[in-house]
């Protein structure tokens, strides 16, 4: 897989169940682990670390899963995405304006 498919791909999962903090880190959100792991090593390619993911219980019984990132993993991920005309990265347009 070429690096824009991969960015391509990372940018949509960002756009479906990632969000961007206010305090400008990332967090992907999921249901599954095995996603996020694959996930976590795909990212760890651009950021030159495999994050670990952690595990929470909701309602006391559906386990789900989070890969956060941190502000300086971030920017470095978000310079790498493809930009707009205006240097502002696609997945992130509506929360830079």
Not at 18 to 34: A, P, V
Request: aromatic share 10%; net charge positive.
């Amino acid at each position: 897989m070429e690096k824009s498919e991969k960015f391509a791909f990372i940018e949509g999962v960002l756009i479906t169940d990632g969000c961007i903090r206010k305090n400008k880190t990332i967090i992907f959100h999921s249901g599954s682990k095995l996603f996020l792991e694959d996930l976590s090593e795909l990212i760890g390619e651009f950021i030159g670390e495999v994050k670990q993911i952690k595990e929470y219980i909701q309602r006391e019984r559906y386990k789900s899963y989070q890969l956060n990132l941190n502000k300086k993993e971030t920017e470095l991920l978000l310079s790498q995405l493809r930009l707009w005309d205006n240097g502002t990265p696609l997945a992130l347009s509506s929360k830079t304006r």
